[in-house]
């Protein structure tokens, strides 16, 4: 079943590596998410995958980005 839309968001692949990372740059959205830039970077260790993540390039620390980060 269809969920209700509650906002969506652009963003352009600045970087990827198949299995290993991706870092998006945010071009739509939430105001304060404009020119941001997330990262995954995955690692295997074992049987699981471990994903690390960062929301960088904030134009100033607000409550939002504690929320988002």
Known sequence: PAGE?????????????PDAAVHWRFTSGPAE?????AVFRLAQD????????????WREAVEFTEHCS
């Open 33 to 37: 998410w404009l020119d941001t830039e």
């Open 46 to 57: 074992g049987e699981f995958t471990i994903v690390r993540f960062a929301h960088r390039r």
């Open 5 to 17: 839309r509650v906002g969506t968001i652009g963003a352009e692949v600045i970087e990827l590596h």
